[in-house]
């Protein structure tokens, strides 16, 4: 039988949400799951760079197919918007460098596609996360959220190609 590893991930500055699931036919498994997790005290500069390290550290360990990555959200504050898009880019440029394709849902397919319901709330998506992977425990709120975004891309590998999400 294929299998195939998705290396999922939440990204922000401070808190990243990461992920490795392996599918194999309509099985999934996590095999790894946790958050980046940057002080306050570290400079921005210096979060990028762990956020770089740490994801490259994971494609190391665990050689993941593909990557998923949360797609942007239009935030209020632009201010937020920029750094998120700095911790997105950190994230993208450590795939890129080992040629990992890296493919982006929205926040609400992710939801769709783990609950069923595009508009669910944090806790009914590690509920189901927990569920689909048979965790014996909730998984941390970042973690949750990236094993949800690979467990959507999983759901979406099933698609007709021609309909399906192409590599950011």
């Known amino acids: 039988m294929n299998r195939i590893r998705i290396l999922g ?4 500055l401070r808190s990243s949400g990461v992920a490795m699931i392996e599918v ?24 990028l760079a762990a956020i770089h390290q ?3 550290a ?7 197919d593909e990557a998923v990555i949360e797609g942007a959200f239009f935030a209020k504050n632009v201010k937020t918007a920029m750094i998120l898009g700095q911790a997105r880019g950190a994230v993208l440029a450590a795939c890129a460098l080992r040629t990992l394709p890296v493919y982006e849902y929205s926040p609400r397919s992710i939801k769709q596609a ?19 992977l048979g965790l014996a425990e909730e998984p941390q709120e970042d973690a949750a959220d990236a094993l ?15 309909l399906r999400s192409k590599p950011v």
Do not use: W
């Not at 994971?58 to 993941?64: K, S, V, W």
């Not at 009914?124 to 569920?131: E, G, H, L, S, Y």
């Not at 949800?148 to 021609?162: F, K, L, N, T």
């Open 9 to 12: 991930i939440d990204t922000s």
């Open 24 to 47: 194999s036919g309509r099985l999934m498994r996590a095999l790894a799951y946790g958050r980046i997790h940057n002080k306050p005290s570290l400079p921005h500069s210096g979060c």
């Open 54 to 56: 740490e994801i490259d």
């Open 58 to 64: 994971l494609i190391t360990e665990f050689g993941p």
């Open 114 to 132: 783990v609950t069923g319901v595009g508009a669910a709330r944090k806790e009914q998506v590690a509920k189901m996360v927990m569920q689909l």
């Open 148 to 162: 949800a975004a690979a467990i959507c891309h999983a759901h979406q590998r099933g698609v007709p190609e021609a």
